[in-house]
């Protein structure tokens, strides 16, 4: 599995660390409450299919958003998580 | 139809047109008292007990392949009861002590072996974190004897001993672990069930779980509508899709976990041996493959295939602790979809919905729970009450704080 990375370009998955499923993103206010925190820990929506991820590449150390699917395990794209933010 | 030595040499007298199929295959009803979705190890032997335990009898099982398609057939078939924390040592002494008397209980030969299992260390301070667990699991009344270097040498003397990373400190017997035949394990339980009465329905897929004020009243299903008092959902590796079904959100990730096994060879490897420090562990089946695994593939997946990164570990982990392994050539490999929850330990619990039960998350440890698991939720659903030895299997215990990790990696789905 190659993840292409939008700085050093399609590198091996061995180079990646994976972090969760995208929503992982949205975190909670400081005071939110406890179950706003649990959710974002524990619970996964854990989806069969293609699905948006963070993946962190350990070599430069970026964050990524990476599009792939669960089933196949193809990857469809990756962009820089702060890029992700940006475009909403 | 029981059997017996003694039914196997009549049947062979009169040309074995005795025999009968295991269990039976009747059409769904339209409800029953108890639906439980999946017919892996889990769920059939849910069923049984229910029926065996608690005298009920409406209950169906729904499965949406053929009975132990799933993960009961894609294991590397250890049964153990060696761990640590309270919460998962009595559920699995429990477990071992069901398994010894399966046999005669199901009255079905699931070749359960108890050939012994070792996992070695390979430093001081791993030997007194051995030493703790056999401690613990000799207070829990079950067996374990610390080995040195030389016990280990007298059971296991094909190990590179002098291994520059990992040299062979010594090992932890537990002489009442082993194996046994997956299929034969689900094969029994379906035949068991049946045999009282329990519905066992293929090819009916659950498409959609019925709820109406808070309480579940009953399946869709590729066969039809069947209505229900109450339903379990055992889908482990498929969880988090059947439980949305009812708009539930599970803590639990899921993960592919390798296995491999050699082509048939002379009898080699007498135990299960563990390397925990390569996490890899290994015994030789029935038929004389050596059956390996490792580690998870540690990014989510639902493909029952693994990556080559991992079989490239789990073949590296082989030949550093016992170098012989390379004269061996694997014949194949096959991944599972395991249910990996965030402290590594599994749920049977209730839902926030009633009447609907959940069984999920046994993470890569699955195939030596059956008989407890099953035993465990059909408590919880005949009385109400979490049989004692599943109590702390709690579906909230993450958002309260009493985790059980066994290993000690933190609560996080992807490192145990």
């Given at each position: 599995m ?16 994976p972090?969760?499923g ?10 939110a ?11 996964r ?9 963070v ?25 820089l ?8 | ?15 074995n ?5 295991a ?20 769920g059939?032997?849910t069923?049984?007990?229910?029926a ?14 053929y ?8 294991n ?7 761990y640590?924390?309270p919460?998962n ?7 071992l ?13 699931v ?13 001081d ?20 004897i610390l080995?040195?270097?030389?016990g ?14 990992f ?36 090819n ?16 869709q ?5 069947i ?7 055992v889908?482990?590796g498929?969880s988090?899709?059947v439980a ?10 899921s ?32 038929k ?20 080559l990164?991992?079989?490239e ?6 030949m550093?602790?016992m170098p ?5 050539r694997?014949l ?10 965030p402290?590594?330990?599994?749920i ?9 039960y ?11 729970a ?9 408590h919880?659903?005949?009385?109400e ?14 958002a309260?704080g ?8 933190g ?6």
């Open positions: 190659l993840i292409p990375c939008p700085l050093c370009g399609p590198r091996d998955r061995r180079e990646f660390h972090r969760g995208a929503e992982y993103l949205d975190r909670p206010d400081a005071d409450p406890a179950q706003a925190w649990d959710a974002l820990l524990h619970l929506t854990n989806p069969a299919g293609r699905t948006q991820e993946w962190q590449h350990e070599c430069c150390g970026a964050w990524l958003e990476v599009d792939r699917c669960t089933v196949t395990h193809r990857v469809f794209g990756a962009r998580v702060s890029e992700a933010r940006d475009a909403g | 139809m029981r059997y017996s030595g003694l039914r196997v040499l009549a049947e062979g007298l009169r040309g047109r005795g025999w009968r199929p269990w039976d295959r009747p059409d769904p009803q339209d409800a029953y008292d108890i639906v439980i979705i999946g017919g892996g190890g889990h059939l032997s069923a049984y007990y229910l065996r335990n608690h005298g009920l009898r409406n209950i169906a099982v729904l499965e949406k392949g009975l132990g398609s799933g993960n009961i057939g894609r590397t078939t250890i049964v153990r009861a060696n640590l924390l919460g040592s009595e559920f699995y002494s429990h477990s002590r069901l398994w010894e008397g399966l046999e005669a209980d199901l009255n079905y030969n070749m359960h072996s108890q050939r012994g299992l070792i996992n070695l260390f390979h430093s301070g791993q030997r007194d974190a051995f030493a703790r667990r056999g401690n613990a699991m000799i207070n829990q009344g079950d067996d374990a080995l040195d270097r030389d280990v040498r007298d059971h296991l003397p094909y190990l590179d001993f002098d291994n520059i990373r040299p062979v400190y010594g090992g932890l017997l537990h002489p009442r672990g082993g194996t046994a035949r997956h299929d034969a394990v689900a094969w029994g339980y379906a035949r068991a069930a049946s045999r009282l009465g329990v519905h066992l329905i293929e009916c897929e659950v498409t959609g779980i019925d709820v109406a004020g808070g309480r579940v009243t009953g399946v299903t590729s066969r039809g509508a209505r229900a008092k109450k339903v379990a959902m889908v482990a498929r988090s899709q949305a079904m009812a708009d539930l959100t599970l803590p639990i990730e993960h592919v976990l390798q296995a491999f096994v050699t082509e048939g060879l002379k009898p080699c490897i007498d135990h299960v041996v563990s390397f925990g420090m390569g996490h890899f562990y290994i015994s030789q089946s029935d004389g493959g050596l059956v390996f695994g490792g580690d998870i593939d540690f990014y989510p997946s639902y493909a029952a295939r693994g990556g990164h991992m079989a570990h789990v073949m590296e982990a082989a550093t602790l012989m392994i390379g004269r061996a694997v194949r490999s096959w991944g599972g979809i395991m249910d990996m929850s402290d590594g330990s599994p049977i619990d209730r839902t926030p919905v009633d009447g609907l959940v069984n999920c998350g046994w993470n890569y440890g699955g195939f030596k059956v008989p407890a698991s099953g035993w465990c939720l059909a919880l659903m005949a009385t009450e979490s049989h004692e030895v599943a109590r702390r299997y709690r579906l909230d215990r993450f309260t009493h985790l059980l990790d066994e290993e000690g990696t609560s996080q789905h992807n490192l145990h």
